[in-house]
C-alpha cells in the first residue's frame, strides 16, 4: 500500500512540474552572433533568429533621397566606429525607400569597415518586449542598431510608453551598444485624429499631446521622405536597368515606366521597382539583389 501511495505522490509531482514547465513557455534561446548579420527578435523565446539573405537592395540603387542617404549613412558610421549618434525617424511618404535605406546603409557600412555592426528587427506587435531585447543586445559585446519598419500607434495602444523608455528614459537609458531606426508614415507616430481627441477630453490638452508627442522627439534625427519627381522617378528606373543590364532603350524605358506609374496613380521607389521586375520578367532576365 504504502509503496502505491509513494508512486502515486510521484506521479502527481511530475503532472505538476511538467504544468508549470508548460506555463513557463519554452526556455530562452541561445543566441549565435556568428550565424548571420541580421536578425527578426522573436520575443516567445527570446531568440534572435538569423537572416541568411536580407531582402535589400544595394545602396548605389536608391536614388532621390541623397541627403538624407547621406546624413543616415553618416551617424550609422560614427555608431559603428563608437562614437556618438542619434537613434533616428525616417518617415514620410509611402515607397520612397525607407526600410529600403535603412538596410542598404548598414549593409555599405559593415562592409566597408569590416566592422561587426548588426541589425536586428522588431516587429510592431513586439514592441512591449523591447525592454527584454535590450537586456540581451547590452551584454552582447556587439553594436546592434534596432530596427522597426511601419511604426505607428493606434488609440488605446499603450505599447509607446516601452518604446519612449527604451529609446532616452529609465534608470538604465539606452544601452551604449544599441541604437534605434524606426520608419513611418507619420511624423508623429499618430494618426492626427488621435492627438486631438486628446486634446479635447483632457484635464489639460497640451499635456494630452505632449506626452504623445513625446515619443517622436526622443528620436534625435528626423529624416523626411518626400514625393519623388518625374526626374527622380527616371532616375531610379535608369539605375535599375543599367544594374540589372536589361537592354532596353532609354525612350521606350521611359515611356513604359512614366505609363507604369499613372496606372499605378502615382510615383515611388516602390512603383519603379515594381515596373523593373515587371520588365525583367517580359525580357525573361533574373533579378538578383545580391
Not at 98 to 107: D, G
Amino acid at each position: 500500500m504504502s509503496g502505491d501511495f509513494n508512486t502515486l505522490i510521484l506521479t502527481e509531482i511530475r503532472r505538476l512540474a511538467d504544468a508549470l514547465e508548460r506555463l513557463a513557455g519554452p526556455p530562452p534561446a541561445v543566441n549565435d552572433w556568428n550565424a548571420a548579420d541580421c536578425f527578426v527578435w522573436v520575443p516567445v523565446n527570446q531568440r534572435l533568429q538569423p537572416v541568411p539573405r536580407p531582402n535589400r537592395v544595394a545602396l548605389t540603387l536608391i536614388r532621390g533621397v541623397d541627403h538624407v542617404r547621406d546624413i543616415l549613412h553618416e551617424n550609422t558610421l560614427r555608431f559603428a566606429e563608437g562614437f556618438a549618434a542619434n537613434n533616428v525617424l525616417l518617415w514620410g511618404a509611402r515607397g520612397m525607400g525607407k526600410s529600403s535605406l535603412v538596410k542598404a546603409v548598414h549593409e555599405d557600412v559593415r562592409a566597408a569597415t569590416g566592422i561587426s555592426l548588426k541589425l536586428v528587427e522588431v516587429h510592431r506587435e513586439d514592441i512591449a518586449s523591447l525592454p527584454a531585447l535590450l537586456d540581451i543586445l547590452k551584454v552582447s559585446g556587439q553594436r546592434v542598431i534596432v530596427f522597426c519598419d511601419d511604426l505607428s500607434f493606434d488609440h488605446d495602444d499603450t505599447a509607446y510608453k516601452s518604446l519612449k523608455a527604451a529609446l532616452d528614459g529609465g534608470i538604465e537609458g539606452r544601452p551604449d551598444n544599441v541604437l534605434f531606426y524606426a520608419t513611418s508614415n507619420r511624423r508623429h507616430l499618430l494618426p492626427r485624429h488621435m492627438m486631438e481627441n486628446e486634446q479635447s477630453t483632457a484635464i489639460n490638452p497640451s499635456e494630452a499631446v505632449e506626452e504623445k508627442v513625446s515619443l517622436s522627439d526622443r528620436f534625435g534625427l528626423w529624416l523626411g521622405f518626400h514625393k519623388c519627381s518625374q526626374d527622380d522617378y527616371l532616375k531610379m528606373i535608369d539605375g535599375y536597368a543599367e544594374h540589372f543590364e536589361l537592354g532596353l532603350g532609354q525612350e521606350t524605358l521611359h515611356h513604359e515606366a512614366l505609363e507604369w506609374a499613372t496606372t499605378r496613380g502615382g510615383r515611388s521607389g516602390r512603383v519603379a521597382w515594381q515596373y523593373i521586375q515587371d520588365l525583367a520578367g517580359r525580357l525573361r532576365k533574373p533579378l538578383s539583389r545580391d
